[in-house]
């Protein structure tokens, strides 16, 4: 949007000074507080189970925020939302079946999506105010709610993954942070839950938090994931609006290694490609210093 020239930074100082209203963020586990200078506010509303804000920023685009944490913005929100999809989607040989947990905005769903092999696309939500504020307001992503491959639900995901067995070839977990009715997608009990619901060679994923201000969280996830899964692993992305911005996502594998793509990527992407699949795990001796040890660098 803006060089990146002496000119360029002037432009954006200029924008920022124009507007007086400040969103700070609310995040529970960062040591920081990120700062965003609101152009607009767009929506605000309290549905039955979070406040729901849309704003927009000079730099970011619109901004949507739940319980005073930025979820996702226009500018990044694609790297997120194709990490979470594409690793465990290219991962499997052929995933016909996927259930998505949360995710209420669309942007995993539209990216689940573009496999040409996926044939159903379950998309369980909690919160249907979330998925109408996206509608309204995040069209680049809720657009693939139309697809007729694309299934709604409005239920606690934790509740509707209990009812199914051998039922999905992967499962992917798109989430706010583990606080609240969300931290229930962090348990072992519920990781044991999704593999009874994933088919004899089914893969998970998650989103896991940041390994610089929520190191802790990131452990835990993994060793839940261990007590379940014979193949876990870690990959990440840097996302700029997410405090720690070194984001990971926790997978776990019934049967086929996760670190190199089964298949040949016939679709258009920003940001993931076969390379960034691959890189994007932690090297085995990085891992087993910060997940195994657990010991800062």
């Known amino acids: 949007m803006f060089s990146h020239n002496r000119k360029g930074k002037k432009e954006i100082l200029k924008l920022l000074t124009m507007f007086d209203i400040h969103f700070f963020e609310r995040d ?36 949507l925020v739940l319980d005073g944490v930025v979820q996702l913005t226009e500018r990044d929100e694609f790297i997120y939302h194709e990490m979470l999809a594409h690793v ?104 044991k839950t999704v593999f009874r619901a994933l088919k004899e060679d089914g893969i998970y994923a998650g989103q896991s938090e940041s390994i610089h201000y929520h190191l802790d969280i990131v452990r835990r996830f993994q060793n839940n994931l261990k007590n379940v899964f014979p193949i876990v692993d870690l990959y990440t992305a840097v996302i700029p609006t997410y405090a720690g911005y070194w984001w990971t996502f926790s997978i776990g594998s019934k049967k086929h290694p996760v670190r190199e793509p089964k298949r040949e990527k016939k679709f258009d992407t920003r940001y993931y490609s076969e390379v960034v699949h691959r890189h994007s795990f932690l090297p085995e001796e990085l891992y087993e210093k910060l997940i195994v040890k657990g010991e800062w660098l």
Do not use: W
Not at 118 to 124: F, Y
């Open 28 to 63: 529970p586990y960062a040591p920081v507080r990120h700062c965003y200078a609101v152009g607009n506010i767009l929506y605000q509303t309290k549905s039955k189970y979070q406040e729901i804000l849309v704003f927009e920023n000079p730099f970011f685009g619109k901004v």
């Open 88 to 191: 465990p989607l290219m991962a499997h040989p052929n995933p016909k079946k996927v259930l998505i947990i949360g995710g209420g905005d669309g942007g995993t769903l539209r990216e689940v999506l573009k496999h040409p092999e996926v044939e159903e696309a379950i998309l369980v939500d909690i919160d249907k105010e979330v998925i109408e504020t996206s509608k309204k307001f995040f069209p680049t992503l809720s657009k693939s709610f139309e697809d007729p491959r694309a299934i709604v639900v409005n239920e606690d995901g934790v509740k509707y993954i209990q009812d199914y067995e051998n039922e999905f070839d992967v499962v992917i977990v798109d989430s706010t942070d583990p606080v609240g009715f969300a931290y229930a997608l962090t348990t072992e009990e519920f990781f």
